[in-house]
């Protein structure tokens, strides 16, 4: 199998600030191809020039659940959406602004988005493998433990929870478990032989303190992943929400 550089985005969440910045970040460093983790759509300002932009770079991905909710819903989401209190709430105000935003041909290539990819030999989905269709998160070893049980001893990226995180098999009792190797705060060499999940973190939403926008790097030969943190205009993408008339809230998560 040939040497891959992937670079891998999750929770864009409509900003478009976030994105050119991290893409701009992802050029420079020389990756070879570009997956989405889900949740184009949602809380943001800008649902339609984040999926022309990702379109536009042929970008492979998986679905998330707001990409769902905009692109094919349900009779619960349509009654959710037709409480006027919809307006005053972060997700489903988000997901009204993007019905409203994209076009039948956008709506479409979300709507084909798969549930679960393939990374190489490895996966990627935006929600945990167990419960499938229910969105569960992957925020602790214990809620990781049924899609590890999954993965094999395959690798899974996943988006989701905005954080950061690594996961990993624990090993059957008669050997001590396989562990990343820590390369610094940001880096680490991840083990073959024992399933891992890895969450990449938001693009365009961290909700961990810092606001800058997050991309993943995974080079399938050196089997090192990076966590990588871009500085961007955080303050024009949460104006552009109030602008939008979107929830003060969701403008006040990009500065946090």
Not at 68 to 89: F, H, K, Q, R, T
Not at 223 to 239: G, K, L, Q, T
Request: charged share 25%; aromatic share 6%.
């Amino acid at each position: 199998m040939p040497n891959m550089r992937i670079a891998l985005l999750a929770d864009i969440h409509a900003n478009l600030h976030a994105l050119h910045a991290v893409l701009k970040d992802i050029g420079g460093a020389g990756m070879d191809t570009l997956v989405n983790l889900g949740d184009v759509v949602g809380y943001g300002a800008h649902p339609a020039e984040c999926v022309d932009l990702l379109r536009k770079l042929g970008c492979q991905g998986v679905m998330g659940n707001h990409d769902y909710y905009v692109s094919a819903g349900g009779p619960g989401i349509e009654s959710i959406l037709s409480d006027p209190e919809a307006n005053s709430n972060p997700v489903w105000a988000g997901v009204r602004h993007a019905r409203e935003q994209l076009d039948d041909d956008q709506l479409g290539w979300l709507r084909e988005q798969e549930p679960v990819g393939s990374i190489e030999d490895d996966l990627a989905a935006h929600a945990a493998l167990h419960e499938f269709g229910q969105w569960p998160y992957l925020r602790s070893l214990e809620e990781a433990r049924p899609t590890l049980a999954l993965l094999d001893d395959r690798i899974g990226f996943f988006g989701h929870t905005h954080r950061e995180d690594i996961f990993f098999g624990e090993g059957d009792g008669k050997a001590a478990p396989l562990t990343p190797e820590r390369l610094n705060d940001r880096r680490f060499r991840l083990p073959q032989d024992t399933p891992i999940a890895v969450t990449a973190g938001a693009t365009g939403q961290p909700r961990d303190g810092d606001p800058r926008a997050r991309w993943l790097s995974w080079d399938t030969e050196t089997r090192i992943v990076e966590f990588h943190r871009v500085i961007y205009d955080n303050r024009a993408a949460a104006a552009a929400i109030l602008t939008a008339g979107l929830p003060e809230r969701s403008a006040r998560r990009l500065l946090d």
